[in-house]
């Protein structure tokens, strides 16, 4: 690798994989993507039961428009309206930029994109490749950067952005295997690392997946509505949501305790309204606290069990209580029975109506070594989408000037967002921060500083650190929040970061990147319970997490954000939907002084 680039990359996702790709595009050709792991990550290592692509809609005869689309996305509370407007107007451009790039999205003959509704959607913008999405878009996105030759530093786990004058002038690396440091110098970074996966224990994030917002907020960069999260139900032994299909075929929910003594806990609780609230898991997967009397009501009592030391499986081998004499349409709500029989799915076991609806979604278990024709399914409440991150504006650049946001790892999303729509925001944001990067003129920047800080060495402390500190962010701030013990984890969290280099061992060198790793998650939590805290004295329990289980304190469309600088928050208010210029001569006046500008510079 060179020590100099105009333009790094860091992430080999969704996100990542296109900033490069645009960039390249757009004419800016001194760029490198730098990853601690090529093959790592959500984008290629998650997704659903068939993995959902937010779009404006592109079939069929139901209207739709940009600003309608853009209007969802604002309308979920604690969206900035350039943010929500620019997903909107770039949305379709980005999907068939992915079609062109061979993504298997489904079309009927005619080439319409047919499409479904998911949650908090009011349309049908939602489509999908199946249970893999994401891994889909990754590899033809991959395969269009490596047909460009732009290099891929692999191996390297960036552990500093280094900064001059609130302004980007490189990065600091450990190699992830021999630990040993290098330091490449460029004007501006394109932070594409996904989400802060390493915040929880229970979490539905794959095991290669960490995050780097750690990196963000070292360098000095804002978050925004770092509070808001999305939790749902998900398997443990291997990670992965269950969404969809799993919901809608109607498994047995069962808990196991200490003595081996199972039981069907939804029906106790719930009688036979629990087979309708099973099945609009299916695509009210996302706990929220507006329904705690309807399908959320299936996560409370599976944490509750969790709680008593009890284990919680979906099992697909047996019919819940409530089907015992078969399907009928007196005990299902008419959505439900009138899914399943369009479905040709009245019939069987869950398992059964599984493999008739959605075999992928059974081997995809099958290919991870889990048989769901044998054996349950381990369940819990995870955290699985962090809807906050860096604070980014309309360009996807944050306050730190050439640090620009893309993905999961901007806080773009709010309260609320449509299933899919991260997805969408992959390409959105990093191909907004390539054309701004592309359009800016080259900064003169000094060669960057980095003085790595002294470690100490010893029998590595690092697992048990990580493990007591993931363990209690998901005692008492996941979906279910304490105040008092949020405030005593953010004591302990600040106490680390103050003595963090005085405290953590590790055995040798080549244990740097796992103590970088542990440094991110620490400024990471951090982060994120003082915004959490601080969203909890102003606004209290609302969107996806209780607060001291107070009842719901924000039921209107949230019209402000929380903004973290480090461990200080504050509120403020979210900005409107953009008015901008529609009438077409104007614009095509604009365009034409553009290009003429473009000429001259040439």
């Known amino acids: 690798m060179k020590k100099q680039y105009h333009t790094l990359i860091i992430g080999t996702g969704c996100a990542g994989f296109n900033a490069a790709d645009r960039l390249y595009d757009l004419g800016v050709r001194d760029i490198a993507i730098v990853t601690e792991g090529r093959f790592m990550g959500t984008s290629r290592n998650t997704g659903s039961d068939k993995q959902t692509y ?103 786990r960036v552990i500093k952005i280094i900064t001059e004058d609130n302004s980007v002038t490189g990065v600091a690396c450990a190699n992830t295997v021999t630990g040993e440091s290098s330091v490449i110098a460029c004007q501006n970074i394109v932070l594409c690392t996904g989400g802060p996966a390493c915040v929880y224990k229970n979490t539905v994030y794959p095991e290669s997946q960490h995050g780097a917002t750690g990196l963000a907020i070292d360098a000095g960069a804002t978050l925004s509505n770092m509070e808001e999260w999305q939790y749902g139900i998900a398997s443990t032994k291997f990670r992965w949501n269950l969404s969809g299909t799993y919901q809608q075929v109607l498994p047995r929910y069962i808990s196991v305790d200490r003595d081996g003594n199972e039981k069907e806990f939804l029906y106790d609780s719930l009688g036979a309204d629990s087979l309708g609230l099973i099945f609009l898991k299916g695509y009210q997967w996302p706990f929220d606290t507006r329904k705690t009397e309807g399908s959320s009501a299936v996560d409370i009592l599976v944490a509750e069990q969790i709680k008593r030391g009890n284990k919680v499986y979906l099992d697909f081998n047996k019919n819940p209580r409530g089907l015992e004499n078969g399907f009928d349409v007196l005990l299902l709500p008419d959505e439900a029975y009138e899914y399943l029989k369009n479905s040709g799915a009245l019939f069987g076991t869950p398992i059964e109506r599984l493999a008739k609806m959605n075999r992928g979604a059974v081997e995809l278990y099958a290919d991870h070594g889990i048989n769901l024709y044998e054996e349950p399914l381990e369940i819990a409440v995870c955290a699985q989408h962090c809807n906050g991150g860096v604070a980014v504006d309309g360009n996807w650049q944050s306050d730190v000037d050439g640090l620009y946001v893309a993905g999961e790892a901007a806080g773009t999303f709010g309260v609320y967002r449509p299933g899919g729509s991260a997805l969408n925001s992959t390409q959105v944001g990093s191909l907004r921060a390539a054309e701004h990067i592309a359009k800016r003129q080259d900064r003169s920047s000094s060669k960057p500083i980095y003085t790595p800080p002294a470690v100490r060495y010893g029998k590595s402390n690092i697992a048990r650190m990580r493990n007591e500190l993931q363990t209690e962010m998901s005692r008492v701030a996941d979906f279910d929040r304490s105040t008092e013990g949020m405030r005593a984890l953010l004591g302990k969290a600040d106490r680390l970061y103050d003595e963090f280099f005085e405290t953590v061992l590790i055995e040798d060198k080549s244990q740097t990147a796992e103590l970088f790793r542990l440094y991110d998650m620490i400024l990471t939590q951090r982060s994120t319970l003082s915004a959490m805290l601080c969203s909890a004295e102003e606004i209290g329990t609302h969107g996806s997490a209780f607060v001291d289980r107070k009842p719901v304190s924000c039921v209107a469309k949230r019209e402000t954000r929380t903004l973290t600088k480090g461990a200080a928050s504050h509120i403020e208010k979210v900005s409107k939907m953009p008015e901008p210029e529609l009438w077409f001569e104007k614009l095509l006046a604009r365009k034409k002084q553009e290009m003429d500008n473009e000429r001259k510079q040439i």
């Not at 996305?73 to 309206?81: A, D, N, T």
């Not at 909107?88 to 079309?107: H, N």
């Open 54 to 156: 937010y779009k404006l809609s592109l079939c069929g005869g139901d209207g739709d428009s940009v600003r309608e689309m853009a209007e969802t996305l604002y309308s979920g509370g604690g969206v900035m309206g350039e943010h929500a407007l620019c997903e909107a107007a770039y949305s379709t451009r980005c999907f068939m930029r992915l079609v062109e790039l061979g993504v298997p999205f489904p079309t009927n003959e005619f080439g319409e994109y047919a499409g479904y509704k998911t949650d908090h959607d009011p349309r049908t913008r939602a489509t999908s490749c199946g249970p893999l999405t994401s891994k889909y878009m990754t590899e033809a996105l991959e395969r269009s950067v490596i047909a460009k030759g732009i290099e891929i530093i692999d191996f390297e």
